[in-house]
Nanobody, 121 residues
């Protein structure tokens, strides 16, 4: 019912910046929390940042002060501004959205296809 499309990944040198975007579309009543996850080769997927519909945010400790998550509720879009990138940030970044189905009080999760972020030393 909900499709998420990420963009903005790429190759960047250490210390550089990237801005990821994720647009939600499809059938839903409303989107609540949106977030970004990442997964490096051979490692578990980890939560990077989340933002609620009221703009409350949470971050992975290792990205605090470097990454900023934001959203545009009118356009159902979430962003991740990544500054001072480090090689250990290299991973596939996935967009996630918790949404409410029409005529339902329960939430469901949608996932994007992922966008590759590679940081060279």
């Amino acid at each position: 019912q909900v499709q998420l499309v990420e963009s903005g990944g790429g190759l960047v040198q250490a210390g550089g910046s990237l801005r990821l975007s994720c647009v939600a579309s499809g059938s839903f009543f409303r989107i609540n929390t949106m977030g970004w996850y990442r997964q490096a080769p051979g490692k578990q997927r980890e939560l990077v940042a989340t933002i609620t519909s009221g703009a409350s945010t949470n971050y992975l400790d290792s990205v605090k002060g470097r990454f900023t998550i934001s959203r545009d509720n009118a356009k159902n879009t979430v962003f991740l501004q990544m500054n001072n990138l480090k090689p250990e940030d290299t991973a596939i970044y996935y967009c996630n959205a918790a949404y409410q189905r029409p005529l339902s009080s329960s939430n469901r999760d949608a996932w994007g296809q992922g966008t590759q972020v590679t940081v060279s030393s």
